[in-house]
């Protein structure tokens, strides 16, 4: 009964390559995220989408592609990929609104080579 | 936009010492505060949170306390035990649509 769930857990690949990294939350959440997490652990938000439309969209490179088909699944699509890119990504889900708890998936580690 | 410093960045305790890990934030727009418990390989988790309308606010040995004037907030672990140990993250959100900024973390160790 997972309620972020994230596929795959694991991610290798060689630079320039494109990948992309799939989120589905069974919360009924209207709100999904994307984090970013470094290896010195920072936590940084990406995008965020409400109810499939985008509004929050931080400095990432166009590189970066997210995707809501419906409010239960966040794709994220990445281009071209760089060494850089190298961490880990966290999909969330929380219900509409500002002050409500953020339920996070498990991650995807990504190695770019 | 905001910014949330953290600290410190590693703390170790014996086991059933107190931890207390402290945050400072920017924005006075900033008006929810959660903190998360990262565990290795896990994605976070939140342990408790505090509104701005709120000074304090305590769940069995986790408390949590504001101060809005002076834009900090702190988490206190009492009774720590092993099952403690784990990267702890506080967090400001503000400005609508739930746009969370993180501190930069702490991890914690407790030893037995």
């Known amino acids: 009964d997972t309620a972020v769930s994230q596929t795959p857990k694991y991610l290798v690949t060689q630079m320039g390559n494109d990948k992309s990294i799939k989120c589905e939350q069974n919360?009924?959440?209207?709100?999904m995220y994307w984090y970013k997490q470094d290896s010195k652990k920072f936590l940084k938000i990406m995008f965020s989408?409400?109810?499939?439309?985008?509004?929050i969209n931080e400095t990432v490179p166009n590189r970066f592609s997210p995707k809501s088909p419906d409010k239960a699944h966040l794709n994220l699509h990445i281009n071209s990929l760089e060494l850089g890119d190298s961490a880990v990504y966290f999909c969330?889900?929380?219900?509409?609104?500002?002050?409500?708890?953020?339920?996070f998936g498990p991650g995807t580690r990504l190695t770019v080579l | 936009g905001e910014n949330v410093e953290q600290h410190p960045s590693t703390l170790s305790v014996q086991e059933g010492d107190s931890a207390v890990i402290k945050c400072t934030y920017s924005?006075?727009?900033?008006?929810?505060f959660p903190w998360y418990k990262q565990e290795l390989g896990k994605g976070p988790q939140l342990i408790i949170d505090?509104?701005?309308?709120?000074g304090e606010k305590k769940d069995q040995r986790i408390a949590v306390t504001l101060n809005k004037t002076a834009k900090h907030f702190s988490l206190h672990i009492t009774e720590t035990q092993p099952e403690d140990s784990a990267v702890y993250f506080c967090?400001?959100?503000?400005?609508?649509?739930?746009?969370?900024?993180f501190g930069t973390g702490t991890k914690l160790q407790v030893i037995p």
């Open positions: 967090a400001a959100t503000g400005g609508g649509y739930q746009k969370v900024t």
């Open positions: 969330a889900s929380s219900r509409a609104g500002e002050l409500t708890e953020q339920f």
């Open positions: 505090i509104r701005s309308n709120v």
């Open positions: 919360l009924g959440h209207d709100t």
């Open positions: 989408y409400n109810n499939k439309e985008l509004i």
């Open positions: 924005d006075s727009a900033s008006n929810y």
